[in-house]
């Protein structure tokens, strides 16, 4: 009998509702989600019984059951404090975007998991879109050299409804930046590498949240790439798209669709060619904001655990450059002025009441 990678999974709300779910339960091979749990009582029954699982009634229970590892998607400004209970548990975690809300708390998590010998992953699942993947593999030096600037534009909706819980509120959340922007900035990190330095202003145009429904910028990294930043959430009725417009000399590699799942390469000639085989082979249709990327990280994390072909799962710490930006992105916003990369204090009011 092949053996079964075994996942618990902590918090019940959007992201399980809307996507993993229907990928732990139809789309995994070699897993089982043998534990769940959410401080809702109803969402802790309902997917206790979609599961088939014996419901959990506290967090204690919840710890006690046998796996390989907790997938934590509880609020962001709980991830922290709930890494911090499955390590003293000796769980491995699989924690949502981003992984903490504070700079400092990642540095220690990260120490501890290194302490304890457990894992320690993040999920940014569009770095698995297979049009990120093409153009991961394409940027070199010559490449860098050859950038004008960067465009990023979120375009999303999130009405007023869903900011009436605990979205939208600098302790547990942050606003589109951190919510939904976060997805992007950490592509950005993840093909510029280290940012130099950012300014930013943010505002509130369609809704009302402590933190930001609008927010515009401009960054820049330390091999000298430059990057606009336009994102939001205020846009009505439906998302819209989330688009990286890479500007060279002589073409525009740009990544587009609901959440960067389409690539388009377009030469600056009198036709505006773009490469339609290329657009084809490396492009996904996907049917929200989610992608599909989530089941391409659980089956890689399920292979690289069974010693498949896979390759290394993405830890957390790999990802502080991202929160660090974050965090620059706001800090910048209060100051009203620029914010280096190499600044002390990199605090912002993210994750505070």
């Known amino acids: 009998m092949k053996k079964k990678i075994k996942f618990g999974i902590l918090g019940l709300g959007r992201v399980v509702e809307n996507r993993v779910f229907e990928v732990f339960k139809n789309e995994l091979r070699n897993s089982k989600v043998v534990s769940v749990f959410d401080k809702n009582r109803k969402k802790n029954l309902k997917f206790a019984k979609l599961f088939d699982l014996k419901k959990n009634d506290t967090l204690r229970d919840f710890l006690n059951v046998d796996t390989n590892y907790i997938y934590i998607a509880t609020e962001s400004g709980n991830h922290a404090k709930d890494i911090l209970k499955c390590f003293k548990a000796n769980k491995n975690v699989i924690v949502e975007k981003p992984p903490t809300l504070k700079i400092n708390q990642l540095i220690q998590l990260n120490k501890i998991a290194k302490r304890k010998r457990l894992k320690f992953y993040v999920i940014y699942q569009n770095r698995m879109n297979n049009s990120v993947e093409y153009l991961k593999k394409k940027i070199n030096n010559k490449f860098i050299k050859n950038i004008i600037f960067v465009n990023l534009k979120l375009l999303w909706c999130r009405k007023q409804s869903y900011y009436n819980d605990w979205h939208g509120k600098w302790l547990y959340d942050g606003g589109v930046i951190a919510q939904q922007g976060i997805h992007y900035i950490d592509l950005l990190c993840y093909f510029f590498g ?160």
């Open 194 to 353: 280290e940012p130099s330095q950012c300014v930013s202003i943010i505002s509130n145009k369609s809704n009302k949240l402590q933190a930001e429904d609008t927010h515009l910028g401009l960054i820049k990294f330390k091999n000298g790439v430059v990057c606009q930043v336009s994102l939001t959430t205020a846009l009505r009725p439906i998302d819209f798209q989330a688009t990286i417009e890479v500007f060279q000399k002589e073409k525009q590699t740009k990544l587009h669709g609901l959440c960067c799942n389409k690539i388009d390469i377009i030469k600056y000639n009198f036709n505006k060619k773009k490469d339609a085989k290329l657009s084809r082979q490396y492009s996904e249709n996907v049917p929200t904001g989610y992608g599909l990327s989530h089941r391409k990280v659980f089956q890689n994390i399920i292979n690289y655990e069974l010693k498949k072909n896979s390759i290394k799962p993405l830890s957390a710490i790999e990802t502080l450059s991202t929160l660090k930006l974050i965090q620059m992105m706001y800090k910048s916003s209060e100051k009203k002025s620029w914010v280096n990369f190499k600044d002390k204090n990199l605090n912002s009011k993210l994750g505070n009441k």
